[in-house]
């Protein structure tokens, strides 16, 4: 099968975004980010994704990216898309990045253009592409998030989508129209269009063509995210909707006002899966915050099993 066509092929379900476990001296505890990616692996996840916010980009070095994007492929091995992603590199440094991916043996890597760099000029946007592509043969996501900016033209994440190294695009703009104009200027396209963060929205982009979705509940509950899932491709959309009143609704307005990132974290600890909730830089373990968020887990999902 082609290279390409088959990342496309893969890229359907609940997409896990890669959170970071961090030791108390502020580095990536790789041991620890092994087991919980092996983990992951053993539920059936289809897509694991390294992403900005998520895997804390910004408080790490080139290195650290390296290192945990060659580490991260080897752990996966193929039981699952292992897809990485570049930070807010020039040119230059982007062409090494993709050929270390390439030699890693990571599935494909996001492309992470700084929103300040232009990138809603579509000029701009399909000229970063235009020098990268290129470096390494390694299947490429495109990645919309403007910073507020206006949004990423659509004529330009379709004309990209024409080149079959080019398999996706992770939205992080507007959730509904913006979203759904993606799908529908791409559909004739191997192309796959991914939901930047709820069920909700892949509830209705599902339905007009988008296969993937980011999922907030995935990292820690890899069960509700596939079971979700399984019910939109069987067309059971009232049972669907069921799931998003009943979990998602909930944690996301809480775990908002407890600090998101935060709650995340703090929820992968309590369900065994990291050593700590350690954010970084060190902010210490928060216990009166971290208990807050248990009692929220236990309201929505009910009582804490540990998965390992």
């Given at each position: 099968?082609?290279?390409?066509?088959g990342?496309v092929?893969r890229?359907?379900?609940p997409?896990?975004?890669?959170?970071?476990?961090f030791?108390?001296?502020g580095?990536?505890?790789?041991?620890?980010?092994r087991?919980?990616?092996n983990?992951?692996?053993?539920?059936?996840?289809?897509?694991?994704?390294?992403t900005y916010?998520?895997s804390?980009?910004?408080?790490l070095?080139d290195?650290?990216l390296?290192?945990?994007?060659?580490e991260?492929?080897?752990e996966?091995?193929?039981?699952?898309l292992?897809?990485?992603s570049t930070s807010y590199?020039n040119v230059a440094?982007c062409r090494?990045?993709?050929q270390?991916?390439e030699?890693?043996?990571?599935?494909?890597?996001?492309?992470?253009?700084?929103p300040?760099?232009?990138q809603?000029d579509?000029?701009?946007?399909?000229?970063y592409?235009d020098?990268i592509?290129?470096?390494a043969?390694i299947?490429?996501?495109l990645?919309?998030?403007s910073g507020?900016?206006?949004g990423?033209?659509?004529?330009?994440?379709a004309?990209?989508?024409?080149?079959?190294?080019?398999?996706?695009?992770?939205n992080d703009e507007d959730p509904?129209?913006y979203?759904?104009?993606?799908i529908?200027?791409t559909i004739?396209e191997?192309?796959a269009?991914i939901?930047?963060?709820q069920m909700?929205n892949?509830?209705?982009?599902?339905?007009?063509?988008?296969p993937?979705y980011?999922c907030?509940i995935?990292?820690?509950r890899p069960d509700?995210a596939?079971?979700f899932y399984?019910?939109?491709?069987?067309?059971?959309?009232?049972?669907a909707?069921q799931?998003?009143?009943?979990?998602?609704?909930t944690?996301?307005?809480?775990?908002g006002?407890?600090?998101?990132?935060?709650?995340i974290?703090?929820?992968?600890?309590?369900?065994?899966?990291?050593p700590?909730?350690h954010?970084?830089?060190?902010?210490?373990?928060?216990s009166?915050?971290?208990?807050?968020?248990?009692?929220c887990?236990?309201e929505?999902?009910?009582?804490?099993?540990p998965?390992?």
């Amino acid at each position: 099968m082609d290279r390409y066509k088959g990342v496309v092929d893969r890229l359907k379900g609940p997409v896990v975004p890669l959170n970071i476990c961090f030791t108390a001296e502020g580095t990536i505890d790789y041991p620890a980010q092994r087991r919980y990616v092996n983990w992951l692996c053993e539920q059936g996840v289809p897509v694991i994704l390294l992403t900005y916010g998520s895997s804390e980009f910004s408080l790490l070095g080139d290195e650290d990216l390296w290192r945990l994007s060659a580490e991260m492929a080897a752990e996966v091995a193929g039981r699952a898309l292992m897809i990485g992603s570049t930070s807010y590199w020039n040119v230059a440094t982007c062409r090494k990045f993709l050929q270390h991916a390439e030699e890693s043996g990571l599935d494909g890597v996001k492309v992470q253009m700084n929103p300040w760099m232009g990138q809603t000029d579509p000029a701009v946007f399909i000229a970063y592409h235009d020098q990268i592509q290129d470096a390494a043969p390694i299947p490429l996501l495109l990645w919309c998030n403007s910073g507020g900016g206006g949004g990423v033209p659509i004529d330009a994440v379709a004309e990209l989508a024409r080149r079959p190294q080019v398999v996706g695009v992770k939205n992080d703009e507007d959730p509904f129209g913006y979203y759904y104009n993606l799908i529908r200027a791409t559909i004739d396209e191997d192309f796959a269009v991914i939901s930047g963060g709820q069920m909700r929205n892949i509830a209705f982009g599902y339905q007009v063509g988008s296969p993937a979705y980011l999922c907030t509940i995935a990292p820690f509950r890899p069960d509700i995210a596939l079971e979700f899932y399984g019910l939109l491709v069987a067309g059971d959309y009232d049972a669907a909707w069921q799931m998003v009143f009943r979990y998602e609704d909930t944690w996301l307005t809480r775990a908002g006002e407890l600090e998101w990132l935060f709650s995340i974290k703090t929820a992968i600890h309590l369900h065994g899966l990291f050593p700590e909730h350690h954010m970084a830089p060190l902010r210490g373990q928060d216990s009166a915050r971290a208990e807050q968020v248990r009692a929220c887990l236990e309201e929505v999902f009910g009582a804490i099993k540990p998965a390992i």
